[in-house]
């Protein structure tokens, strides 16, 4: 861990009791007792979506002997729950949504370690969702090696008018390589690649079907062939800012898990039926189980199940 990225002047008081964390937009505060059965967290996983967060809890917990399931009182920003020693939490769409969710899961986690170093680079993190792909069939799972904007340069902040703060926004290898030997024997295709996170899901992403469009055939095709040519596998919306931040802190297990809804070398709309987009999104899903199977149910694991 990059111990001198921590705020410690703000969480050292957390841990020691002199100063309560309030987790304004997931609805808990650093004394409230549910979290006490949260101190042995060993993965947060993060997805869009408050439903998907419910469905996750409810499948570890199955598969953990129908563990019990805390339940977060708040969701009207994002939805939580823990169970089995996993912390599912949803993030809503795009970076500056996303940021609010992991800052505060980064800080409850410094607190549920106690400051732990050690014990915090333990835990894994992993975002789990949707993403358009670049020259695969939608359904294609892709684990992210790298996150970058749209400029295909990492991810960075403003800060007010003195430029700009820059982040590393790669992947730890270990991780991905892990993620794709536990999943050998799926029935969808998982590849890994460099993802582009967007801050617009029409304009950034070069989409001719927004309201405004700013774009022709052309110069969309002309990104998307860039992105290609650099060994970009899809788009999505949270991923360079998720990798910018976890790299801060120095966590060294963390991930990205997309299937891909859309193959943009042939169009912009989703034209794939309700089930299909339910298979895809189920099957990262499943390459996630099958990852947290391999690496948290030590001797019961089987890589490569399917749900
Ligand atoms: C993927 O899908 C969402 C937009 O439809 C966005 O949150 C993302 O990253
Ligand atoms: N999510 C995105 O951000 N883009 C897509 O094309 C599909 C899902």
């Keep these: ?145 790298e996150a970058l904007m749209a400029d295909l340069k990492p991810f960075r902040l403003l800060k007010g008018g003195e430029g700009e703060h820059w982040f590393d926004c790669t992947f730890p290898a270990d991780t991905f390589d892990a993620i794709i030997a536990a999943n050998q024997r799926t029935d969808f295709t998982v590849v890994s690649g460099k993802t582009v996170a967007t801050n617009e899901f029409f304009i950034e992403q070069f989409r001719l079907d927004g309201a405004l469009c700013l774009d022709t055939d052309e110069t969309k095709q002309a990104w998307l062939d860039w992105l290609d040519t650099n060994g970009v596998r899809n788009i999505e919306m949270e991923g360079a800012m998720i990798a910018g931040y976890l790299n801060w802190w120095g966590f060294s297990k963390f991930a990205m898990i997309c299937c891909t809804v859309i193959n943009r070398l042939d169009g912009d709309q989703m034209t794939s039926s309700p089930a299909e987009l339910h298979k895809f999104s189920q099957d990262s899903g499943v390459a996630l189980f099958n990852y947290l199977k391999a690496s948290l149910l030590d001797g019961q694991s089987r890589p490569g199940d399917q749900r």
């Design 1 to 145: 861990m990059k111990t001198e990225n921590i705020n410690h002047a703000f969480l050292d008081d957390v841990v020691n009791g002199a100063q309560e964390d309030i987790y304004y937009h997931l609805g808990v505060t650093s004394s409230d007792p549910i979290l006490v059965q949260l101190r042995g967290v060993k993965a947060v996983i993060m997805a869009g979506s408050g439903e998907r967060i419910k469905e996750f809890a409810k499948h570890w917990s199955q598969l953990n002997g129908d563990a019990e399931i805390v339940e977060f009182p708040k969701e009207d920003r994002f939805v939580s729950r823990y169970t089995a020693g996993v912390l599912f939490s949803s993030h809503g769409m795009g970076m500056p949504s996303a940021s609010i969710a992991l800052q505060e899961l980064m800080r409850m986690v410094f607190f549920l370690k106690g400051g732990d170093l050690a014990a915090m680079d333990e835990v894994f993190w992993c975002r789990v969702g949707t993403s358009g792909g670049i020259g695969y069939p939608p359904g294609t799972v892709v684990v992210s090696s």
